[in-house]
């Protein structure tokens, strides 16, 4: 079943969106060379509890850590630990809380330092495509029409998308209905009705799109070897329009799509 939430609800999951907001612009801050995963996770953990929440994806079917700290070609489900980061990397940064019986979700890919210039185009496609997704969440549209627009526009880039992890509905438990794939064609699925809330999440990597998880049985990596990047945001159905509730403001390039 796919949960319509009231403006009360809707309320209480902007604010558990908004601490995530605020605990990942910290960690952005905090990404640099010589910087550990375990210190990323430490510092989040911190912030999170001191926020009177919990982490969400600590003990969540055993995973051990706060957040999900993907390094390279490390598409998702990154455990943090002592792995030092270098100039150059990227990481990508995966973090929900648990806030008043509600759930907060979103991501974002850092560059660490100065990185090279086919690693930012896969960042900013990325994140772009992200955005390309939010536009098509409106009223009576259908599922399979977000991640058609991801797809599209990551794919005229020339890179790829993967198939084997999807966005998801949000709200009183973590993963909720609907799925939603960043790929496909359009036209297919639930329709979007007012009050859906969405976590939006392309991974997106600079080659092929298969990946493979390594034996600690979290670690998604690309088979190839390829860089991945991974942006999330977590979005309502509106009749006004997409409303992001884990940013801060709406980047003025998206003038069809309001936060909170």
């Not at 990404?31 to 550990?36: F, K, L, S, Y």
């Not at 990946?211 to 009749?239: C, M, N, Y």
Request: aromatic content about 4%; proline content about 5%.
């Amino acid at each position: 079943m796919i949960a319509c939430r009231s403006q009360n609800e809707l309320e209480r999951l902007r604010t558990a969106n908004l601490l995530v907001a605020q605990v990942l612009a910290l960690l952005k801050d905090a990404v640099a060379p010589g910087v550990t995963t375990a210190a990323l996770d430490a510092l989040a953990e911190r912030a999170i509890r001191e926020a009177g929440a919990l982490p969400a994806f600590k003990g969540y079917h055993g995973y051990p850590a706060t957040i999900c700290a993907s390094v390279n070609e490390q598409v998702v489900h990154g455990i943090p630990s002592a792995r030092t980061l270098i100039d150059g990397d990227i990481i990508s940064i995966d973090l929900g809380v648990l806030l008043d019986g509600y759930y907060g979700d979103a991501a974002v890919t850092v560059p660490v330092g100065r990185i090279a210039h086919e690693s930012a185009a896969l960042l900013r496609a990325t994140e772009e495509s992200l955005w390309k997704g939010i536009e098509n969440v409106k009223v009576g549209a259908r599922v399979s029409d977000i991640g058609h627009a991801v797809q599209k526009h990551v794919e005229a880039h020339g890179f790829s998308v993967v198939r084997e992890f999807v966005g998801h509905g949000v709200g009183t438990a973590l993963h909720e209905e609907p799925q939603i794939p960043n790929y496909g064609e359009p036209g297919r699925g639930p329709r979007l009705a007012e009050g859906m809330v969405l976590a939006i999440e392309p991974m997106v990597n600079m080659g092929k799109p298969a990946i493979k998880v390594l034996p600690d049985g979290w670690t998604a990596v690309t088979q190839d070897g390829s860089r991945s990047a991974h942006f999330e945001h977590t979005v309502v159905v509106s009749l006004a329009g997409p409303v992001v509730l884990s940013a801060f403001e709406t980047p003025a390039r998206e003038a069809t799509v309001r936060s909170w």
